[in-house]
Structures are given as structure tokens and as C-alpha cells.
């Protein structure tokens, strides 16, 4: 990124800049679909700055993942934060997936979809936390409701909300999400 003169550099700046940018153009494009180039360009930096932070594409693309991962996570805790008893917490999560699924935005899940593209050991790593945070989220929603058993309950609405998320990326809009939360809410019930 270039320094008016006069300026300072600030390391951590330049990084969340390159992160930011290229977070948006891989989500668009594909993992595979942006070449270094490219995201040089995007980003305002040469390849020798790109490599100094994140020393390479992969190492790019892991801190991509990670920091959306965190961020999503995040939102949907905030989302389930906002209401008080188990089932409201679970049909905020789920609302705010619908909000997801309908904008224009949505590509499905970043971090499934290079689990996906790449198969490799760091990829997967990162997807496999991504889907153990939303789990305990969901865990700790069962255990509030009372459910005999947490944590299958858990893993059965993190099914419905994958399954909703890469349903939604192919049918596009609200529906699959619409109907995953009817199923999990009673699933939530029982």
C-alpha cells in the first residue's frame, strides 16, 4: 500500500487492509479463482509485502478463513446473546442465517466452501473449529433447554444449519433456513 510521504508504516494497518480486501474477493471468486497477481493489484501491495505478512497464498488464504471464521462466530453468539430463553436463542441464530442466505451477497459458508476447493490438512483444520464453534454454541442452547443429550441435539441443528447454508447457496433465499428452523425448533421441543 503506498505511504504518503512523510507517513509511518503501520504493520498491522497494511495486514487487516489485505485481509480485508482479499477476504471479499475470494469469498466472490473462489479460492482458486484469484491468482497473486490479482490480489496484489487489489490490494494496493506488492507480492514481497503480501509474502512478508502472510508468507505465501495458502498462508493468506488460512488467515482469511481464520478471521472470518472468528467473525462469524461471533455474530451468530451476538445473535443468540440478543434473546433470553433457549428456543428464542435458537430462532435468532437461525434468523440472522436467513438475513445471510437473502442478501445478494451470499455465496454460502467460506470456510465449507474451501474446505471443499482445497482438501488440504490446513483447510480442513480450520473448517472443522469453524464447525466445532457453532456446535458448542448449539450445545450450550440444548443444555439450557433441558435436553437429555446436549450434545447429539447439537450436532443434529448444526446438520440443519449446514444443510440450510448449502441448500440456500444453490436454491438462493430464505426457504431452506425457513425450514431448517421449523425442524429445529422442534427438534429443540422434544
Not at 65 to 79: D, H, K, M, N, P
Not at 132 to 146: H, K, M, N, Q, T
Amino acid at each position: 500500500m503506498p505511504v504518503a510521504r512523510g507517513s509511518t508504516l503501520d504493520p498491522a494497518r497494511t495486514r487487516a487492509a489485505i485481509l480485508a480486501t482479499a477476504t471479499g474477493l475470494l469469498y466472490e471468486r473462489g479460492l482458486d479463482g484469484v491468482g497473486v497477481a490479482e490480489l496484489c493489484a487489489a490490494t494496493g501491495t506488492s507480492k514481497e509485502t503480501l509474502y512478508r505478512h502472510f508468507g505465501s497464498k495458502e498462508g493468506l488464504i488460512r488467515a482469511v478463513l481464520e478471521e472470518r471464521s472468528a467473525r462469524i462466530t461471533g455474530w451468530l453468539r451476538r445473535a443468540a446473546d440478543s434473546a433470553t430463553t433457549p428456543s428464542a436463542k435458537l430462532e435468532a441464530v437461525f434468523d440472522a442465517l436467513i438475513e445471510w442466505h437473502d442478501s445478494p451477497e451470499f455465496r454460502g459458508c467460506a470456510i465449507l466452501n474451501a474446505a471443499a476447493q482445497h482438501h488440504d490438512a490446513p483447510t480442513r483444520a480450520i473448517a472443522v473449529r469453524h464447525l466445532e464453534s457453532r456446535r458448542a454454541l448449539l450445545r450450550e442452547i440444548a443444555a439450557d433447554a433441558g435436553a437429555a443429550d446436549p450434545g447429539t441435539l447439537a450436532t443434529q441443528l448444526l446438520v440443519l444449519i449446514s444443510g440450510a447454508t448449502v441448500t440456500a447457496t444453490h436454491l438462493a433465499g430464505r426457504r431452506p433456513a425457513e425450514a431448517a428452523r421449523a425442524a429445529a425448533l422442534a427438534l429443540l421441543g422434544a
